[in-house]
């Protein structure tokens, strides 16, 4: 017997559109596997006439949030970034009993505490939230945060997070001037819609937040974060740190001191067998570094269309078929 559940899919650029590829590809195995049938029941974007290169029927799109929220869903995924319609999505989903997976850190960072407070109130009739793609995009340390290392007296999260930096700094060590490698990283779907969130190390800032959120039980929005991003002449620094083997990587850092937590994003020269000299391209690597279970290392894919959204395709599959009708 095959159940139905109806997932509803805000955003439809890089992650949504890369989510509604992997559904059209593994449904029928997904089926077959777990005797589930996911069926996108809706699609928001800003532009519903624009075509598309998904294989959704193109009545599915709507750009209107009131729509979206009142199409039958089991699952919403929210991946149109932002704090204004996403904050709405995400409200209006968790109040329906739905469950919310979400990829936006810069919402979680503010409101992640409510929106799980608003999950809770609304379990009984099957909220859940769900944001494994938000932080380490196809890197599952959210998971990690939130179940494995629960009381292991986490001391010290330290990574790369940001994948269009880490791209702009492993290219211009081999010599791509940095409007270049930005561009590309841009092309590639690394980058946020605004650049600069990445540029300036807020992006890193708001993922180390949420991770601080999850490791230390913080409030992100009230975490301050000291950030410095990186910029054309700090990429001829990593040039030059190159010629002396040498890598310059944007990391973010929390660290627990006595009840309190310290976090930084800032660029730091590391020499070259440093694990985060390692990293490269679009690659995150996330450090978890604990009383009980010794240091945890998880890196790979951490921005990128395909790569987030099987990170979001793990959360729509956390929960098997709850909420679905058969
Ligand atoms: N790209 C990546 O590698 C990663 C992204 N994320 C997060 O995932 C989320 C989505 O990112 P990404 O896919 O790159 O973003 P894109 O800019 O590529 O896509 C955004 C999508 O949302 C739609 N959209 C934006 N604003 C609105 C609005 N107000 N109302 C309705 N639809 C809207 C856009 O519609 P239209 O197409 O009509 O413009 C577009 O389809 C963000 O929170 C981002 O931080 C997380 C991890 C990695
Ligand atoms: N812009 C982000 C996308 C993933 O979170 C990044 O570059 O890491």
Known sequence: MTSVVKVAVAGCGTVGAALLDL?????????????????????????????????????LFTDRVDHFLETPADIVVEAIGGTTAARAVAHGTLVR??????????????????LDALARAHRAAGATLDFEAAVGGGVPVVRLLRESLAGHGL????????????????RVEQGVPFADALAAAQRAGFA??????????????????????LGFG????????????????????????????????????????????????APRVVPRGHPFAQVRD????????????????????????????????????????????S
């Open 23 to 59: 559904l059209e590809r593994h449904g029928e195995a997904l089926r077959q596997r777990r005797g589930v049938r996911y069926q996108v029941t809706r699609v928001l974007v800003r532009d519903a006439d624009r075509p598309r290169a998904v294989s959704v029927d193109r009545a």
């Open 155 to 170: 001391h010290r999260i330290r990574g790369v997070l940001n994948g269009t930096t880490n791209y702009i700094l492993s």
């Open 192 to 213: 946020e819609a605004d650049p600069t969130r990445d540029l300036d190390g807020t992006d890193a800032a708001d993922k180390i937040a949420v991770l601080a959120w």
């Open 282 to 325: 679009e690659q995150n690597l996330i450090q978890l570094e604990s009383e009980s279970a010794g240091t945890l290392t998880v890196a790979g894919a951490g921005a990128g269309g395909s790569a987030t959204a099987s990170a979001v395709l793990a959360d729509i599959l956390r929960h098997g078929a709850t909420n679905a009708a």
């Open 218 to 265: 913080v409030d992100p929005a009230a975490l301050r974060v000291r950030a410095t991003g990186i910029d054309a002449s700090l990429a001829l620094e990593a040039r030059a740190a190159a010629r002396r083997g040498r890598a310059v990587r944007l990391v973010a850092t929390a660290v627990r001191i006595g009840d309190g937590v310290h976090a930084t994003v």
């Open 97 to 114: 009993g739905r469950r919310l997976v979400t990829a936006n850190k810069a919402l979680l960072r503010i409101e992640g505490p409510a």
